[in-house]
């Protein structure tokens, strides 16, 4: 066979793959017109272009487009057509492969009981796990919310939890202070402490009543103290949600990296000189064709960062200029600091380019060692431009999340957060808190222990009422009523029958009332202390998150899942709720 038959052959076979690519395209239009069409919002493309638009612009999402396909293909869906449905859901999550939505309708759409069926459901299932941690905003709203509702949880459920604590001991203290004058004294730590911080204040406000605690509360109230302190040494992690939220830079900074299409963006930030802002700012200056200026960016961020990100993009910017040879010699230079998929797939299309396809391909294959998914998505787009023909490294999800965490201190909200703890320095602050914890187990060993109620009938006796001394936790004429019965008349019997029966209705009134007001409070006034305070932190939970959701403004992309997570969380306040109160009303502990 002639080379030029074969030549015929080989053209013949290229273009009869072309044909059926767009043979198979042009059915989906053909079957489904609304495809290609003016959108409700305007936008009009044809999903071909579009891919090569993203190619050519180095993004890897197109976020505005891919939620106009899911929002047609929810209308597809209402109107029971669940092909078409499918069809621009898939389109959708082809051009924003980190968009978690897209997966959670086609794992939606496809699942079924079938063994086909749930595989299918559980693969897009899986995907939309991997999409949520590539994607910053989605991951970091959602951790934060749901840290900011477990810091208000343990904050609100604490303060109820040591209140209703401290006044089930408040008669004991009052009979001891009667007693005893100096006990007065008590009350003082509290008014001093307050200064310090409302925590400060908590501490100082329960020292009257430690005395009086019994073993499972004092250690529900150790772990308060140490949970207020692990909650200030994270402080600039935890609240740094709403302050992140509002900030315009680090959203810009997100979008670039992970490849969405943001349009121009003429001021990235204001007076930061930060390497993830410069580093950024090179990154979309270079997909934008200012090769020399990026250059000049990367090459003063490497007078401070030895970095072999830094040194990749550099060499990025050396291909779009046309010199390959210094573009090599940073390629080499990143290599020696980080070994990288991204470099060694970009050497391998420079030596591909040179006809040294040996190295090609022994770059190449080291590449796909170390990424084979970023090479593959990369191979699916490379062309003859810049931004396909090479592979630009970018901060990865971790990197976004320490940058916020770092610009957390100077929000006005970690302040604000930080103040409802404690008035004082952080660190002085958590050196203080587990002093106290200290001074706590030390008060423990060397204060004698005062005043206690009958468990029957609820009156109340310390040493200096000797004679009335309790057997078993109950006084001794309840102890006679038990069990010494002839030693009483007849008319004593019923007197103090009476006298326990009245304590007991109203302690069961009191812990109803406490119930309705907050669940848990009643169980912890009761003395079920550790299962009461578990009650109160979680209906908390489920109440706060459910108000964040509702109040802070979520992300376009992110409406389902905000809208889901807080209708869960109000479901679960309303549940735990009704049932705790149900439960108290129909059989009081």
Not at 34 to 55: C, W
Not at 164 to 182: A, G, Q
Not at 315 to 336: M, P, R, V, W
Not at 535 to 545: A, E, N, P, Q
Request: charged share 20%; aromatic share 16%.
């Amino acid at each position: 066979m002639s080379k030029k038959l074969r030549f015929m052959i080989l053209c013949m076979l290229l273009l009869s793959l072309c044909v059926s690519e767009n043979t198979s395209y042009a059915k989906d239009v053909e079957r489904f017109p609304s495809i290609n069409k003016p959108f409700s919002s305007g936008l009009y493309f044809d999903f071909v272009e579009l891919i090569e638009y993203r190619a050519e612009k180095g993004l890897k999402n197109l976020e505005p487009h891919s939620l106009v396909l899911i929002n047609e293909g929810l209308k597809a869906y209402n109107k029971k057509r669940q092909r078409e449905a499918a069809l621009f859901f898939e389109k959708a999550r082809e051009l924003s492969p980190d968009l978690p939505l897209t997966y959670i309708y086609l794992t939606s759409i496809n699942f079924s009981f079938s063994k086909q069926g749930f595989a299918k459901s559980s693969e897009y299932l899986l995907g939309a796990v991997k999409a949520f941690l590539n994607n910053f905003w989605w991951s970091f709203q959602t951790t934060g919310i749901f840290s900011l509702s477990l810091f208000f949880a343990f904050y609100i459920s604490g303060i109820f939890f040591l209140i209703t604590l401290s006044s089930s001991k408040l008669r004991l203290y009052i009979h001891d202070s009667v007693e005893d004058k100096r006990k007065i004294l008590y009350v003082l730590p509290s008014v001093i402490l307050i200064l310090l911080g409302p925590i400060f204040g908590l501490i100082g406000f329960i020292i009257p009543f430690w005395v009086y605690f019994q073993r499972k509360e004092k250690a529900a109230v150790l772990g308060i103290i140490t949970m207020a302190a692990l909650i200030l040494v994270a402080v600039p992690w935890l609240f740094s949600l709403p302050g992140v939220l509002q900030d315009k830079a680090v959203f810009n900074i997100a979008k670039i990296n992970e490849g969405v299409h943001t349009g121009e963006i003429p001021e990235l930030i204001d007076d930061d000189d930060s390497y993830e802002t410069a580093f950024t700012y090179a990154l979309d200056l270079k997909r934008k064709g200012y090769y020399a200026e990026a250059a000049t960016i990367y090459k003063n961020l490497l007078a401070r960062y030895n970095d072999g990100r830094i040194y990749n993009n550099l060499a990025n910017c050396f291909i779009g200029i046309g010199d390959y040879e210094t573009a090599i010699k940073y390629y080499n230079k990143a290599l020696q600091l980080t070994k990288m998929a991204s470099t060694y797939y970009n050497l391998s299309q420079i030596y591909r380019e040179s006809f040294d396809f040996d190295k090609a391909d022994e770059y190449y294959l080291r590449a796909t060692e170390i990424d084979p998914l970023k090479v593959n998505f990369f191979n699916e787009v490379k062309g003859r431009s810049v931004n396909r023909f090479v592979m630009d490294e970018t901060l990865s999800t971790k990197d976004l999340w320490l940058l916020s965490f770092r610009r957390a201190k100077d929000y006005k909200s970690t302040m604000f957060l930080k103040n409802m703890l404690s008035f004082i320095g952080r660190e002085f602050s958590v050196v203080l808190l587990f002093l106290s914890i200290i001074g706590f187990l030390i008060f423990n060993q060397y204060v004698s222990y005062g005043a206690y109620s009958c468990l029957r009938c609820g009156k109340i006796y310390c040493r200096k009422c000797e004679k009335k001394m309790s057997r078993e936790n109950v006084c001794r004429t309840c102890f006679k009523t038990l069990i010494r019965m002839g030693e009483l008349t007849p008319r004593e019997r019923v007197e103090k029958f009476l006298e326990v029966q009245r304590y007991k209705s109203n302690k069961k009134r009191i812990i109803k009332i406490l119930t309705f007001i907050f669940p848990g409070s009643g169980h912890v006034y009761h003395g079920w202390t550790v299962y009461g305070l578990l009650l109160m932190v979680g209906i908390t939970f489920f109440l706060i998150s459910g108000l964040l959701w509702l109040y802070i403004p979520a992300h376009v992309s992110m409406n389902l899942v905000s809208s889901v997570f807080k209708w869960v969380s109000i479901s679960g306040f309303i549940i735990m709720y009704l049932t705790t109160v149900i439960n108290i009303l129909r059989r009081v502990p």
